[in-house]
């Protein structure tokens, strides 16, 4: 039988990736082998590039490929606001929808001793010398509803108490085009603990 331990490697590799498992990493490079000029060879040549130039911004920890991402380097945005995330993905979604005009912090995770994230892990002070330093107004935390995310949220609302700066978090409760019969018990108590004059 022919030697496959390359392609063996590449699926071992492949199905590392969140939301990708063993069958679907298979799946997934046998359709990059079927297209290797149209497909393949174009992605390893981008993978290998953004390899090389991938750096986390010096701010926020945002990606990208200079010193200050576009966000922070970008004058129109808003310095007196800050919104903490969990992760980039978490900015791209904030991103997307386009509301929100000011900067960011990537904390990087959430406070957990299991997996040894404390507050120096998630650059919790340099968020308070940022506070500080630059004068913010609003820190909003845009963390995810989880009670490690909670934690971490009360925990950094404690550490800028003193700050001078208001301290919001997103609203939770029932999603636009939602229905309450498929909504769990969380979302429901939180939207009607969040309810406001109709």
């Not at 992605?43 to 991938?54: N, P």
């Not at 636009?176 to 498929?182: A, D, Q, R």
């Amino acid at each position: 039988m022919a030697d496959t331990r390359d392609i063996e490697t590449l699926i071992e590799l492949m199905a590392r990736l969140p939301g990708l498992g063993p069958r679907s990493a298979r799946r997934a490079v046998l359709a990059l082998l079927k297209k290797r000029d149209a497909l393949m060879a174009p992605l390893a040549q981008a993978m290998a590039g953004v390899a090389l130039t991938a750096k986390d911004c010096a701010i926020c920890g945002n990606i990208g490929t200079a010193e200050l991402c576009p966000i922070c380097a970008d004058p129109a945005r808003a310095t007196s606001e800050i919104c903490v995330v969990e992760d980039v993905a978490d900015l791209w979604a904030m991103e997307r929808g386009g509301v929100f005009k000011g900067r960011y912090h990537v904390l990087g995770g959430t406070l957990s001793a299991l997996d040894a994230m404390g507050p120096d892990e998630l650059g919790i002070p340099r968020l308070a010398r940022r506070v500080a330093d630059d004068a913010i107004g609003e820190v909003i935390l845009a963390l995810n509803a989880t009670v490690d995310g909670q934690t971490t949220a009360h925990y950094i609302a404690d550490v800028l108490a003193d700050s001078g700066a208001q301290i919001t978090s997103l609203a939770q409760g029932v999603p636009i085009g939602g229905e309450l019969n498929y909504l769990d018990d969380g979302t429901i108590g939180a939207a009607l603990r969040a309810r406001k004059r109709f």
